[in-house]
């Protein structure tokens, strides 16, 4: 399907290049030129010109350029027919097609759009004034959901009738069935498919509304008690997000999308300022779904229940970062709170929640790691299996090979058999736990770099120092060995009872580990805590130092750099550790 070259000279030829930019970029008149922020780049100062007698506009710093029907296709994500069609529809011209059959269906489609639409603007006005929906605003007024946000969103309101809307509309019956806002009961009449329901409209990323989604009221004893409209010809929930016609332009500003279970959520997250939030319509994140957001973002925050964000989804997850090119995060909130009560009671912490977004991954590994207990050296080795697992479906080495030296640095577990476990890729994997079977309970990566001290002390000595021992008691013994330049008698008589009791421990403990290895394991781990620490930074001298040292951390596990690498970072634990006091 084509439209017409007339149709097509005659927008150009009516619109206005400035106009329509002006809804997007703020410009200002210089000379015979406009001038603005690029809004397809990050700009300090504007080098985005749009030339009115030219009907063109070109932007000096990152060279996008075009005229109007490009610069449409550009910021709104569209094809070519899709930015001819919205520009005819602001200047109120109808399109002629070139192809009878396609223009039909063409024809229908607008029809359908229209007749929604149409519904849409009932509803809402329906819950604005209407005596029949007190109770329904009164509830949104108690989810904060009432007053500008109402009509910002379209809110609306379906009487408890039979077919109060059917018959007040002036809608054709085929088109109110073929949309699902109506159907034909038993007595072969018209019967409106929503009633005694909020109503929250679906729209496209166009802001064509498609579709309903409705909610019972409290109290109500229907036992549904979300409805939703049904896949039509212009609605398909594997393929349609509720609010990113809302949300895109801020998607695309910070290229980073929230994904979220519901509607409300949605909204909570507009309300607290976060506004490039998006939600599946009543079904799970699907590939078309991240085809979509791919147009928009390379960042996918998941701001689903921890449980369903973590269920079922991994083996897609990485499939889909590996064809799409984009990278999957959860966001983690109170527990049994949802981002649309937060936006009530807590706004501020829905940003912090995005901010503090874990990677898939490391959110799957902190789900099986953290809060367990690890008493023994076969608790140690159980979590230590089941992280494996989880990172052993990642299909990445690189990547399992770095979070195994997390795993290694959390478990106490010798890094050297977690790395051959994540080399191999073992489905089940069997964590041996012989070794450890003299150990107590702060057996870990620590105390086995102390008795390596003790043991093979050139072959480590190098590689370590006070910054990388977290726990204050192995600190301590480390303290008294490295002052004794390894003399085990003398490290024993400087140091503290506590800290003589691991001394002697470690002396007698047969330990079977690579001194290299398990340094680096030790480097990586206080990288990471100190990292950790310096999330809120401002200063950009400082955050571009830490994204070197981010980038060095992932040359620890390179067989040709480890060492390079673990002195820089070394130094660089110094220099923070200086930078203290």
């Not at 809804?23 to 080098?47: D, I, M, T």
């Not at 030219?54 to 094809?79: L, N, P």
């Not at 699907?286 to 701001?303: D, G, N, P, Y």
């Not at 829905?350 to 874990?358: F, I």
């Amino acid at each position: 399907m084509t439209i017409v070259d007339e149709d097509i000279e005659r927008i150009r030829s009516t619109v206005s290049i400035v106009d329509i930019v002006q809804g997007y970029v703020a410009l200002r008149k210089q000379g015979k030129n406009w001038v603005g922020l690029c809004p397809f780049h990050a700009e300090k100062s504007g080098s985005f010109n749009v030339a009115e007698q030219m009907g063109r506009y070109k932007c000096f710093g990152c060279s996008a350029g075009g005229d109007v029907f490009k610069f449409i296709q550009e910021i709104e994500h569209t094809d070519f027919v899709g930015a001819v069609e919205l520009l005819a529809n602001k200047a109120g011209i109808t399109l002629n097609y070139t192809s009878g059959g396609e223009n039909k269906e063409r024809v229908r489609r607008k029809q359908l759009v229209e007749a929604m639409d149409k519904a849409v603007t009932w509803y809402h006005e329906r819950l604005l004034t209407a005596p029949d929906a007190r109770e329904a605003r009164e509830y949104l007024r108690r989810r904060g959901l009432s007053g500008d946000i109402a009509r910002q969103f379209r809110l609306g309101w379906a009487p408890d009738d039979w077919d109060v809307m059917s018959r007040e509309l002036g809608v054709a019956g085929d088109l109110l069935r073929d949309t699902g806002l109506a159907f034909t009961n038993k007595r072969n009449r018209l019967q409106d498919s929503f009633r005694g329901r909020v109503l929250f409209p679906i729209f496209t990323d166009n802001g064509e509304a498609v579709a309903l989604g409705g909610r019972i009221l409290p109290g109500s004893t229907d036992p549904a008690k979300y409805k939703n409209s049904p896949e039509t010809v212009v609605y398909a929930k594997s393929r349609t997000l509720y609010g990113l016609n809302w949300a895109k332009a801020d998607i695309v500003a910070q290229d980073e999308v929230i994904v979220c279970e519901g509607y409300t959520d949605v909204i909570g997250f507009h309300k607290a300022g976060v506004k490039r939030a998006v939600a599946t319509c009543g079904t799970a994140l699907t590939e078309q779904h991240v085809q979509i957001l791919k147009r928009f973002a390379s960042k996918v925050v998941l701001a689903f229940d921890a449980d369903k964000a973590g269920q079922g989804a991994a083996e897609r997850v990485y499939e889909w970062e590996q064809r799409f090119q984009v990278t999957f995060f959860v966001a983690q909130f109170p527990q049994g709170k949802d981002p649309g009560e937060l936006s009530v009671t807590e706004p501020e912490s829905l940003a912090k929640a995005v901010h503090d977004a874990l990677p898939y991954l490391r959110f799957r590994l902190n789900r099986v790691m953290l809060g367990k207990p690890m008493r023994s050296p076969e608790e140690r080795a159980r979590i230590g299996e089941q992280a494996m697992a989880v990172l052993n479906e990642h299909p990445n080495v690189m990547t399992r090979q770095l979070y195994a030296g997390e795993v290694a640095a959390h478990t106490g577990l010798p890094l050297s058999d977690l790395l051959r476990i994540a080399e191999r890729r073992q489905r089940n994997p069997v964590v041996r736990v012989a070794q450890q079977r003299n150990r107590g309970l702060s057996d870990n990566a620590e105390f086995v770099a102390i008795a390596l001290l003790m043991q093979r002390w050139d072959d480590i000595a190098p590689w370590l120092m006070e910054e990388l021992f977290s726990e204050e008691l192995n600190r301590r013994a480390f303290l008294a060995l490295a002052g004794s330049g390894g003399n085990i008698e003398a490290a024993l008589e400087q140091a503290d009872p506590e800290a003589r009791e691991v001394l002697e421990r470690a002396a007698v403990t047969d330990i079977d580990a690579d001194p290299e290895i398990e340094a680096m394991s030790l480097i990586a781990a206080a990288v990471r805590r100190e990292l950790s620490r310096r999330l809120k930074l401002t200063d950009s001298a400082l955050i571009r130092e830490d994204v070197e040292a981010r980038l060095h951390l992932e040359e620890l596990l390179i067989p040709q750099a480890p060492q390079a690498a673990a002195e820089w970072l070394l130094g660089w634990l110094q220099r923070r550790n200086e930078e203290r006091g």
